[in-house]
C-alpha cells in the first residue's frame, strides 16, 4: 500500500495538470474613463483673423514653467510669448497658453486633447501646429512632441529634459533646443543628452543654442528673438500626396 503522504502530492499534482495545460487565458482589463477634462488657457489671436473666413493660421502652444501653475491664468503671461501678447506685440499665429494646475505636471495634463479642441473651434492650420515651453513646460514640450510624433510641424524646448531613448520616435521633427550654460536648476546636460540622441537617431533638423552666461533664464533672451519664430513658422507638416 502507497504511503498516505506520498499518494497526497500525485493527487494535487493531477488535478494541477488540467489547468495547466489549458494555457493562458485571454482577459481584458478595462476602468471606464470618468470626469471632465479642463485646461484653462491664454488666447491671443492675430491681427486679421476675422478678415478672411476661409484662411487658416499656425498655431503656437506655449507651455510654462513650474512657477505660473495654479489657477490664477495672468500668470502665464509672467514669460515667453504670452508676456509678449499682454504687452501688446502682434503675432502672426494663433497663441495657447494653457494652465497646469498646482501641484501638478505637463505630463498629466490634455494638452493633446486641448489642441484637437482648438482645431475644432478655430480655424486652425493642421499642418503648423508647433508647441515650445520654458523649464518645466521645456520638459512638456520633450514628452508631447515624443507622444505624437507627426503632430508637431517644429518644438522648441527651452531648458527641460526627458528620455534619450524616446529621441529615436522623433528622427524627423525639427527641434530648436536651448539651455544655459551656467544653469542651477535644470543642469544643461539635461538638454544635451537629448540632442546628442536626436543626432545619433539621425535627426538632421535639431538646433542647440547653449547661452554661455546664462543660468536658468535661458528663455527671455530666445523669446525676444524674431528669428526664433522665423524659424518656428518655417516649418510645416508635409502635405498628404493624391490618390
Known amino acids: 500500500m502507497i504511503p498516505l503522504r506520498r499518494f497526497l502530492p500525485l493527487v494535487c499534482l493531477a488535478n494541477f495538470l488540467p489547468a495547466l495545460a489549458a494555457g493562458p487565458t485571454a482577459e481584458v482589463f478595462e476602468r471606464p474613463a470618468t470626469g471632465t477634462l479642463r485646461l484653462p488657457y491664454l488666447l491671443s489671436l492675430p491681427d486679421g483673423y476675422d478678415a478672411d ?6 498655431l503656437v502652444v506655449f507651455l510654462h514653467g513650474a512657477g505660473e ?11 515667453g510669448p504670452p508676456k509678449h501678447a499682454a504687452a501688446g506685440e502682434k503675432f ?6 494653457p494652465q497646469c494646475p498646482a501641484d501638478e505636471w505637463w505630463t498629466e495634463q490634455p494638452v493633446l ?4 479642441a482648438l482645431g475644432e473651434r478655430y480655424r ?4 503648423r501646429i508647433h508647441l515650445t515651453g520654458l523649464s ?7 514628452h508631447f512632441a515624443t507622444l505624437a510624433p507627426k503632430r508637431f510641424a517644429s518644438v522648441a524646448p527651452i531648458c527641460g529634459g526627458g528620455i534619450p531613448y524616446k529621441m529615436r520616435l522623433i528622427p524627423h521633427l525639427p527641434v530648436w533646443a536651448f539651455h544655459g550654460a551656467k544653469d542651477g536648476v535644470v543642469v544643461l546636460d539635461e538638454s544635451a543628452r537629448l540632442v546628442e540622441a536626436l543626432k545619433k537617431a539621425g535627426n538632421t533638423k535639431v538646433e542647440f543654442t547653449v547661452y554661455p552666461e546664462a543660468g536658468h533664464d535661458s528663455w527671455t533672451e530666445t523669446y525676444a528673438n524674431p528669428r526664433f ?5 518655417s ?4 502635405q498628404p500626396a493624391n490618390p
Not at 501653475?69 to 514669460?79: F, M, P, Q, S, T
Not at 502672426?92 to 497658453?97: E, H, K, R, T, W
Not at 486652425?124 to 499642418?127: E, H, K, L
Not at 519664430?229 to 513658422?233: A, V
Open 53 to 58: 473666413p476661409e484662411k487658416r493660421w499656425p
Open 69 to 79: 501653475r495654479g489657477d490664477e491664468l495672468a500668470n502665464v503671461a509672467k514669460h
Open 92 to 97: 502672426p499665429f494663433i497663441l495657447v497658453s
Open 113 to 116: 486633447e486641448l489642441i484637437d
Open 124 to 127: 486652425v492650420d493642421p499642418s
Open 136 to 142: 518645466m513646460g521645456g520638459y512638456g514640450t520633450w
Open 229 to 233: 519664430y522665423e524659424w518656428l513658422l
Open 235 to 238: 516649418h510645416s507638416l508635409p
